[in-house]
């Protein structure tokens, strides 16, 4: 079925410094998403992203957190600078349409930060 | 406060068994999403099932929706060593797709 790649699938870096997540999203798909995974914990919506904007976000997308995707290449999500509680598995998300359909997760980042 | 969850953490079944995990929401929804996470892997959507609709089956899986009690089921049967994985419910409450999940049943199947 249709995938959904990220990359790094590991990120280890230092509190303060910036880090990106990359994601290739399903090839047709129009709106994406990100969403956080504390170890032990339920995933978590972050942000969704539809035709270059944000459509919506939730409290644990803090300033520090930004997403694009120029020209249909990786739906990024960059964090800058990093918190140690940043720490947690990242999942990008795809969806062809809005309201109700299927979304198709990626593998996972996982991001360590010390 | 948690908008969806399941009602048990961990079930255990031997294969060839059949198994029910619960699911109860605490808003109105458009939509309810079942998806299995394997160890390693993204969540993978297994049935979505529509506020009007009452029953869904895919296969060997079955999840019904009650929106009067604001629950959902989803039950497995001749389960299979494989269908060893976490089991979550999500419900989309405004429709844009912005998933609200559960803290997800730990299920083993033992063969």
């Known amino acids: 079925g249709p995938k959904v790649l990220q990359i790094p699938s590991h990120q280890i870096i230092d509190m303060g410094q910036m880090v990106t997540l990359n994601c290739d999203p399903v090839s047709n798909h129009l709106y994406f998403y990100w969403y956080k995974q504390i170890l032990g914990q339920q995933m978590e919506f972050l942000v969704n992203f539809y035709n270059g904007k944000v459509m919506e976000k939730s409290k644990l997308f803090k300033d520090q957190f930004s997403v694009e995707r120029p020209d249909g290449s990786y739906f990024t999500l960059k964090i800058q600078p990093t918190a140690l509680e940043d720490s947690a598995v990242y999942f990008c998300?795809?969806?062809?349409?809005?309201?109700?359909?299927?979304?198709?997760f990626g593998p996972g980042t996982r991001l360590t930060v010390l | 406060s948690q908008l969806a969850e399941e009602n048990s953490w961990a079930l255990s079944v031997h294969e060839g068994e059949s198994v029910t995990v619960n699911c109860s929401y605490k808003?109105?929804?458009?939509?309810l999403q079942w998806y299995r996470q394997k160890s390693g892997k993204g969540p993978a959507q297994l049935i979505l099932i529509r506020s009007n609709e009452r029953e869904k089956r895919n296969g060997r899986l079955r999840a019904t929706l009650d929106t009067s009690s604001q629950s959902s089921s989803l039950s497995i049967t001749a389960t299979r060593c494989e269908d060893t994985a976490v089991y979550f419910c999500?419900?989309?409450?405004?429709?844009?797709?912005?998933?609200?999940f559960g803290q997800g049943t730990v299920l083993s199947v033992i063969p």
């Open positions: 808003t109105s929804i458009t939509a």
């Open positions: 999500a419900t989309d409450a405004g429709g844009n797709n912005k998933l609200t």
């Open positions: 998300a795809s969806s062809l349409r809005p309201g109700g359909y299927e979304q198709y």
